[in-house]
């Protein structure tokens, strides 16, 4: 997924009124199977990504959401 795709859908969630827009963004580890809060954070380069990069990281991985 883009974060172009990411935003078309979040604009046709924002012009339905959807409520999911209030909800709190959540990484999913697949190998725990749990959920984590998450945050957009901007990377300022290393070997892999470029400076300005924006990434999709969780929060705490010690703060699993309530199932």
């Given at each position: 997924m883009?974060?172009?795709e990411l935003l078309d859908f979040l604009l046709e969630?924002?012009?339905?009124?959807?409520?999911?827009?209030?909800?709190?963004?959540?990484?999913?580890?697949?190998?725990d199977g749990e959920y984590y809060p998450a945050d957009v954070v901007e990377f300022n380069g290393?070997?892999?990504l470029s400076d300005g990069h924006l990434f999709i990281?969780?929060?705490?991985?010690?703060?699993?959401l309530a199932d």
């Open positions: 883009t974060y172009k969630l924002k012009a339905s009124n959807d409520e999911r827009l209030h909800d709190t963004v959540v990484v999913y580890n697949s190998q290393d070997d892999i990281m969780a929060v705490d991985w010690g703060t699993k």
